[in-house]
């Protein structure tokens, strides 16, 4: 069996982990703006391929500013843009997070199913000898009449 898991740091380093990731988010409080589940949808928003329309329509109002009406100013749009791009930043820097985490899951997840298949099945074995077992295993057996994937075919351990 080759572990993923080699080694398993201190909880205090993930607590660490935690505390430092939901402080991160303390700079943006002030600039936090919460959109409704009613006003998601329709929304006309920068999808895909539309950065690059907009940066567009950007350059040709910085170049003809006496274009626009008197009320716009192209450097909001630039300063919207450019707020866009730093932004763009932290969600890829998140997301670089968030998939290291999600690995290390399921690493941990995979050796967890692992152990538990082995121990189950020497368990199985020694529940013969030992009444006492023999009953501790029936919420096992309950669990897996109850969870089991009824619809494989292929048997799988935990359905022995």
Same mark, same amino acid.
């Given at each position: 069996?080759?572990?993923?898991?080699?080694?398993?740091?201190?909880?205090?380093?993930?607590?660490?982990? =935690?505390?430092?990731?939901?402080?991160?988010?303390?700079?943006? =409080?002030?600039?936090?703006?919460?959109?409704?589940?009613?006003?998601?949808?329709?929304?006309?928003?920068?999808? %895909?391929?539309?950065?690059?329309?907009?940066?567009?329509?950007?350059?040709?109002? =910085?170049?003809?500013?006496?274009?626009?009406?008197?009320?716009? +100013?192209?450097?909001?749009?630039?300063?919207?843009?450019? @707020? @866009?791009?730093?932004? %763009?930043? +932290?969600?890829?820097?998140?997301?670089? +997070?968030?998939?290291?985490?999600? %690995?290390?899951?399921?690493?941990?997840?995979?050796?967890?199913?692992?152990?538990?298949?082995? @121990?189950?099945?020497?368990?199985?074995?020694?529940?013969?000898?030992?009444?006492?077992?023999?009953?501790?295993?029936?919420?096992?057996?309950?669990? +897996?009449?109850?969870?089991?994937?009824?619809?494989?075919?292929?048997?799988?351990?935990?359905? %022995?």
């Amino acid at each position: 069996m080759r572990k993923f898991i080699l080694s398993i740091p201190a909880k205090a380093v993930t607590d660490t982990y =935690t505390a430092t990731i939901t402080g991160a988010l303390t700079p943006l =409080t002030p600039y936090k703006i919460n959109l409704t589940d009613d006003k998601k949808p329709g929304m006309r928003t920068m999808a %895909e391929g539309r950065e690059g329309y907009a940066r567009l329509i950007s350059r040709i109002a =910085t170049q003809f500013p006496d274009a626009l009406s008197r009320a716009d +100013n192209p450097a909001e749009l630039n300063g919207l843009l450019d @707020y @866009y791009s730093n932004l %763009e930043g +932290n969600r890829m820097a998140i997301l670089q +997070n968030l998939e290291t985490i999600e %690995e290390i899951q399921l690493g941990a997840s995979a050796d967890i199913m692992t152990l538990a298949d082995r @121990y189950k099945s020497n368990l199985e074995i020694s529940r013969q000898n030992d009444t006492a077992l023999d009953l501790a295993m029936r919420d096992v057996d309950t669990w +897996n009449s109850r969870f089991a994937n009824k619809g494989n075919d292929n048997k799988s351990p935990d359905k %022995e």
